[in-house]
């Protein structure tokens, strides 16, 4: 068991990692730092939601898991890292702020909507209900989690860049290039 625990961990922490680069999250950060200075509230508010919402993702995971046949979960996990990423490819972050808030409660509310529905938190729950393994899929994905919107608050002026727009733009290509293949070999098509 704890092979395949530590395999999911470590495999969900690179793809959550990989998932996220330039999420919406990451660039609503990114530039209200660019624009207001690093915060110590902001670092926080971001960390703490980029648990919590990772923690969400886990447990929906597990949830589905108790009533999802054996069988059904590859598919699950396929539909999951192509919804992940269509979101890379569809949906671009806006690249600087109008008119920056300074309140961490409107913050909040952007960043936890950013996330629960970012491709990070579609790789995440994908990958612990393809490996039924919610809880080392959502420590391993929430520590990538932590990572990026730490890069962010950090480094601001990286996420500024043409490149790692475009590498979000190719991540997502994969991201669904990876689904499409799960789900035709799940059906025997491949």
């Known amino acids: 068991m704890l092979p395949l625990a530590m395999g999911a961990f470590y495999l969900t922490f690179l793809a959550v990692l990989f998932s996220g ?16 200075g690093p915060r110590f509230g902001v670092l926080v508010t971001s960390l703490v939601l980029a ?5 969400l993702a ?3 995971a597990s949830v589905v898991l ?18 992940a990423g269509l979101e890379s490819l569809i949906l671009s972050p806006r690249k600087t702020f109008r008119e ?3 309140s961490l409660g409107a913050l909040a509310l952007v ?12 790789t995440l729950f994908g990958l612990a209900v393809g490996m039924s393994a919610p809880l ?9 989690a932590l990572v990026l919107v730490g890069s962010a ?10 490149a790692i727009r475009i590498a979000r733009r190719v991540v997502g290509g994969l991201l669904l290039l990876v689904a499409v293949t799960m789900f035709l070999a799940s059906r025997g098509n491949v």
């Open 21 to 36: 680069i330039a999420a919406r999250d990451q660039m609503t950060i990114a530039g209200l730092v660019r624009v207001q």
């Open 51 to 55: 648990a919590i919402s990772s923690a």
């Open 58 to 60: 886990a447990y929906a």
């Open 66 to 83: 108790v009533t999802l046949p054996v069988p059904a979960r590859p598919i699950l996990m396929a539909i999951a890292l192509g919804l």
């Open 100 to 102: 920056p808030t300074h």
């Open 111 to 122: 960043l936890i909507a950013h996330q629960i529905t970012d491709a990070a938190r579609f």
């Open 136 to 144: 080392a899929a959502g420590l391993g994905g929430g520590l990538a």
């Open 153 to 162: 608050n950090a480094f601001p002026a990286a996420f500024n860049t043409l």
